[in-house]
């Protein structure tokens, strides 16, 4: 039990010990990876910490010692790998590559110098540095970690997360994440649960796992991740899980990271979303790839900057009442490129997708609603058990966006349908489903408006008992889009 205060440290759970650490009641606790710096001296239009024998790792890899910074860094933002951070009261400063390039608001480490360099004027004002590269280390099974904040730590990529839940069964509760390097939270092991996290503000991601069958993650907030704007790919934004099964995502946001929201990746299988919010993110909002029996039931994908809902080379997946709306360039889009999965039971193929019930409400400067692409421009998506009905659909008028859907079509590449009636036609799909063009289907919290309310009469199919499940109704529930009001 810790008493209220700043801790300035890094805290290793061993194996063979389960252990609880926690905040004492009614008191706020944190885990601070940064010191204040004081001595400053002004040297021309700068100021001058000497002293300065912090000189933490830039190379990018998950592999502690070697370097894949080409792979991660965006040549936009060539600072992005270095794990040095600096505050001027609360207020964090934009770290530069040489002493030149100081200006207000900028920093530079000399390393060589054993300097530290800012170009705002430490007078007066509280300056901190990061100077501990990790929080919180759990290798006890069976522990629980509660209460407390962790902020400012020089976390790289091979530092494995600024807390590490490293083996099975090990709970993260009421934990707040912030303004660390690179990566906020890391799991490799089964059985976690954690719950109401807020994960925010962290360089490069707010959560990875790997390996972690079973996680649980509820009631919890990631926000504004990727700050110091590491490409979108390999890993960044909100949370990216990969080669887990059963992961279980409910009641959560993910909201305004750099990049993506949600990215399901390698190998996820039979992981449910429900009643989840991934908005506004600066890349897609939820991507499925790579992946194998993934239901997604009564969420919100909005205001994303590309794709509210993408889908690639994944298969087994069931979208069920679902709004997906406000996207810049895309509703729901399906992709399949070359790549083929040795495992039968995770093929990495675009099949079996399901939609049903949702609201997709697409932007009138959007590509288009519904896109289903090969990227060999060899297939079929009429080959594929891609299955769209119940689906409430609609664009501001029937020329913006000026296509409702675009199929894979072999050599031809795509096809395109103006109208939901000719991709009926044409694809079988969406006998139930209807598209307004014209009046708003819902309001600014994404709630049917009456225009909406009455085009879905006669939409909504029946929903199996594993989706009603998810919803938490009764399979004789039949409506378009989710059981819960929107919750920014």
Do not use: C
Not at 40 to 57: E, M, R
Not at 77 to 100: F, I
Not at 221 to 243: I, Q, R, T, W
């Amino acid at each position: 039990m810790l008493r209220a205060g700043s801790y300035h440290e890094r805290v290793f759970i061993p194996q063979g010990k389960e252990l609880t650490i926690q905040s004492y009641p009614g008191e706020a606790v944190w885990f601070d990876g940064s010191s204040t710096v004081t001595g400053w001296t002004a040297a021309g239009s700068a100021w001058v910490a000497p002293g300065w024998n912090f000189d933490f790792d830039s190379r990018v890899s998950f592999t502690a010692g070697s370097d894949e910074s080409s792979r991660w860094l965006d040549p936009a933002y060539p600072m992005a790998g270095h794990p040095e951070q600096v505050w001027v009261d609360g207020v964090k400063l934009t770290e530069v590559g040489s002493l030149g390039e100081v200006t207000k608001g900028k920093f530079f480490t000399d390393t060589a110098g054993n300097r530290l360099v800012i170009g705002t004027n430490p007078s007066g004002h509280d300056v901190r540095a990061s100077t501990l590269e990790k929080a919180i280390q759990i290798q006890g099974a069976g522990s629980t970690v509660r209460g407390l904040g962790v902020r400012n730590y020089a976390d790289h990529l091979a530092t494995l997360g600024t807390v590490s839940a490293e083996m099975p069964n090990i709970t993260l509760e009421n934990l707040v994440v912030q303004d660390n390097a690179t990566m906020g939270v890391e799991v490799w092991a089964k059985g976690a649960t954690f719950r109401n996290l807020t994960v925010s503000g962290n360089g490069m991601l707010g959560l990875n796992a790997s390996k972690s069958d079973d996680l649980h993650i509820t009631d919890s907030v990631f926000s504004g991740n990727n700050s110091e704007h590491f490409k979108d790919a390999p890993a960044s934004g909100g949370a990216k899980l990969h080669n887990s099964t059963g992961v279980l995502i409910e009641n959560s946001l993910f909201d305004s990271n750099v990049s993506g929201g949600l990215w399901f990746d390698v190998s996820m299988r039979n992981a449910t979303v429900v009643n989840t919010t991934v908005s506004n993110n600066g890349s897609t909002g939820m991507e499925v790839e790579l992946s194998q029996g993934i239901l997604l039931a009564g969420n919100y994908f909005v205001g994303n900057e590309r794709a509210g809902l993408e889908i690639y080379d994944a298969g087994g997946v069931q979208a069920w009442n679902n709004v997906v709306a406000d996207n810049e360039l895309y509703s729901v889009r399906m992709l399949q490129d070359a790549r083929v999965n040795s495992d039968a039971a995770v093929p990495w193929q675009l099949r079996g997708v399901t939609l049903r019930n949702n609201i997709i409400d697409t932007t009138p400067t959007a590509v288009v609603p519904i896109l289903v692409q090969d990227l060999t421009a060899t297939r079929y998506a009429n080959d594929w058990d891609i299955s769209l009905d119940g689906n409430l659909y609609h664009r501001s008028s029937a020329s913006a966006p000026s296509n409702f859907a675009y199929w894979a079509n072999g050599k031809t590449g795509l096809t395109s349908f103006k109208t939901l009636a000719t991709f009926t036609n044409a694809t079988g799909n969406d006998t139930h489903s209807k598209l307004v063009d014209g009046a708003e289907v819902l309001t600014a919290d994404y709630a049917l408006t009456g225009a909406g309310s009455d085009a879905t009469k006669g939409v909504a199919r029946a929903l199996p008992p594993a989706v009603a499940n998810a919803l938490g109704v009764a399979t004789s529930w039949a409506k378009v889009g989710p059981a819960e009001p929107f919750e920014p």
